[in-house]
């Protein structure tokens, strides 16, 4: 009557359940360790700067600007369309006409001049730095004015303000004052 009881009360199918189990289990890890991808390499031959890809303050200060305010802040609604293209839209007031263009920049027209000029930089791209001003095509000075959230030049090159505000992540856009207050 005690047909396959083992030692301490282990049934002997019990035993090899178990044992193959394990077998298993040590096979099945011995082929991950086997199977699995090699650490990556860089071959001798790879010329890409890995430094430098990672480097991101460096590479925004090589970067082309964005925006070449200086060609059109402050010229007619005609001179300004020659740069920046036809507008998305455009909406009149009182005394204003505001027009949203491509590569996210925004200007009213004031007597028929580019006067008010809002430029929105990419979300969490740029430090909220002076160097900022090489963005839109001017040399990097020192802010007149700056806080946690913003910085402004008060006058700049013959403009009323540029002033460029973010927040932690960084600049959120410029804007702009030529003249008119």
Known sequence: MNQGVGVGG???????????????????????????????????????????????????????????????????????????????QCAAALESVRCTYANDVEVVYIADRADWLTLRFEYGRYALEPALLNLLGLKAARPDRQDAVSMTWAPLGGWRQLQIVGDDNGALFARIKVSHE
């Open 10 to 88: 282990v049934n002997s199918k019990n035993i090899g359940v178990i044992i193959g189990f394990l077998l298993l289990l040590g096979g099945g890890g011995a082929w991950y360790l086997w199977q699995r991808a090699p650490a990556p390499t860089v071959a001798a031959d790879d010329a890409f700067d890995y430094d430098r890809a990672f480097d991101r303050e460096r590479l925004e200060s090589e970067r082309a600007p964005l925006w070449l305010v200086r060609d059109f802040a402050g010229h007619t609604r005609a001179e300004a369309e020659i740069v920046l293209g036809q507008p998305w």
